[in-house]
């Protein structure tokens, strides 16, 4: 009897049909009833979709729009007809579920025709994703501005590029989808603006990789307003007026609004269903809302995040499908799988660059008040000899106690997308800066290098992390007073001729061990190079030599660079920076030669970094005859930069540079004159250079004067003091630095500082010049040392020759704080911009 009942008792449980309801029918939903129809085969499957289509690749849109992908049936991955037949899914497309009732377990449906009906079920799923952000703001609603979710909103904008009415579009946010919007109607033939209120685009990166974004969508001809707040849209006949609060305003075709998405909770909300503190569904680990009957997945959700076990929102595809297979199995078989969270991996596409991202960036755990400490390094993409090797940027972000990862970023052109794979994974399994270290790649030299950037990154962070490298990094180092450390370029001569960090000297890595007694002991020391790695070594040489507090600037000169070059607004010039050969350039022409591309010498600097590409231009042009041209392709970003600062300062001429799919090329034509020639010719520039060889009192006076003169005339003003004319920039109070014996006897014989400075003639054993002095102040007339203030506060250069402190001792630190150290490719470089240039 007992065995009977058992029996009737399962056979009964068996016959039961469950019913799984499921709202959503896209990414996070489709994938459910997919996934439950093949764990159940008797089960009853209704999908609920409020739009027209299911199970659409949202992702692909922008690319339909753009005309990249051709055919829209591209973006239908499965039709609701080819739902039902092959899985067996009441797939109800054009029904908006309207509400839930969980006591009742039931929702009502509005149907196609407008009439509503209620459907029971077991077990309900939420998948509703999010909805686009729309604030109101005056004039929102005008025709014109759209957003982008769905297939509906991509027909609307398709057909609105293919009336070829918009030649100029704005997109408002400069987020993943915003920016994908910008390349594909760039690519569909608009000119496009993005207009973004934060200082920075691709919000899940961190400042000074986004930067590279924004230069690459400047050359690209995007106009980028960052930090620029919309107010107000305005119809103005056929155009649209998108006015800014700074009181700017741009006229376009259309606007596309992309600021981000909200997680459509308005149903589960209606229910009693709880939301979090992000107002996202509240889920647990299997998924389950506060009702024991109802799942939620996707972007409608939010989720605690694994590394800082805050709540957290997550709009991404891949989180999504994985939730849904996550899911089907709980509704089916009973809370048996745990979602173990996601950390926000993405990658995105912006023209030819790829910008990826995994775990938190730096900002976000600065803002959390989390401890962490980061690595930036630049490697290529497989090895530098192998053809095409492109360059990227890594960062990692890791704990300064245990290692521990907590986030990645990797902006490149190639490879980029393994590497954050790679990373994300041993992040998702609480991995260290050490695991990086442990990872077996595959290699061959097309691919990647025997040491992997991911491994690199290992590397450079370990060293950070043991104490052996103490890191400063460009923000620190960017905020640092000067006169309060010593910098010091390690790279080469020709590579610092390129552009230096103002106040720094150069002292190459390979001649560090002899010119050590030149280095201060009393100063912290700052050392830089290229990228970071000739630093690291500088600075272990350092260490093992007895200096105790010496930093290495993370990223090299490449970072800096790349993070305080200003981004500036369309139509505004280029802000003051570090210095000119910082500014970035855009692609343009000089159109100074006259020579034909037909006698261009083809020159490949590919995977070469600095000063490779530059010294192949050299080696180039050194052998054609003047006048005639050379095209240089190099992957260095900074090469379109240092090249020409090169030209400027050898009297070639830097003709155009543009980039394409992360290569850049240069054209550079072979100066018609020499460059003693160039310098005496009569320049088209109208600053004045200054040579002041002299220290005697009235001439340096002189010169004082003249500068100040000049400057008062707006132009640009440089002093380069060599040999004797240093001894006008001396600190009166200098701090004690080690000298070798020759340093010692000049330091004995030349004068201390301004102060005691001679008269040419009359000095009649320092009374002339005391009485010059005097008289000067009886007249009022301004010493020497308040002339030479007012040149300085007036923004007149001050240029210390390196190799007469080289040759006379003289070290950095002895100097004015506000003097640069430059060689005579630095002041060739002020000269040509000059009309004006005096030897004294
Ligand atoms: C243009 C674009 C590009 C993207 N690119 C990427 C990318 O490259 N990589 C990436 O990881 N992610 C990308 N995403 C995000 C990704 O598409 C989403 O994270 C993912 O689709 C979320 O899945 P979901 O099921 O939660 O929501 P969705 O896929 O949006 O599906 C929700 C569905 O629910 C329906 N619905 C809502 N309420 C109801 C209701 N009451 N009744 C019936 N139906 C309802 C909606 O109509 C919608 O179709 C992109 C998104 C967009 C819009």
Redesign the pocket.
Known sequence: MSIHLSLSLQTNKTNIIMKYLI?????????AAARIRRLKEDAEIIL????E??SYA?????YYIGGVIAEREKLLVQTPEGFRQRLNIDVRVN????SINPKEKTVT?AAPDGSRYTESYDKLLL????S?VRPPLPGIDNEGIYT???VEDTDIIKARVASGTVKHAVIVGGG??GL?MAENLTHAGAEVSVVEMAPQVMAPIDFSMAQIAHSHLKEKGVRLYLETAVKSFARIGDKLEVSFADGRSIVTDMVILSIG?RP?TA?ATSAGIELGEMRGIKVNDFLRTSDPDIYA????IEFPHPISGKPWL????????RQ?RIVADNMVLGDTTRYEGAIGT???KVFDLTVAATGLPAKRLKSEGIPYLTATLHPSSHAGYYPDALPMTIKVIFSPTDGKLFGAQIVGYDGVDKRIDLIAQVIKSGGTVDTLTHIEQAYAPPFSSAKDPVAIAGYVAQNILSGKMQPIYWRELKDLRSGEYLLIDVRTPMEFATGALPGAINIPLDSMRERLPEISTHLPIVLYCGVGLRGYLASNILRLHGYSNVRNLIGGIKTFRTATTPVCAPDDKPKENINDSMRPITPQTKANNTNTASHAVRIDACGLSCPGPIMKLKEAIDTLPPGHTIEVIATDPGFPRDAEAWCNSTGNHFISSEASAGKHKVVVSRGLVTNNQLNNQTSNGKGKTFVLFSDDLDKTLATFVLANGAAATGEKVTIFFTFWGLNAIKKPVKPKVRKDIFGKMFSMMLPSDSKSLKLSKMNMFGAGSKMMRHIMKHKNIDSLEQLRDAAINAGVEFIACQMSMDVMGVHREELLDNVTIGGVATYMNRADHANLNLFI
């Open positions: 709202i959503g029918g896209v990414a996070g939903g489709a994938t609920f979709e409020k739009g289509h299911i949202n992702c692909g849109l922008p029904s908006e579920v309207v449906v998948s509703p994703g999010a686009p982008l979710r769905n993943f989808i994908e998405v459509n149903l997945v996707g972007d409608a997550n709009y991404l595809a891949g989180p999504a499908n849904a993405s990658i995105a």
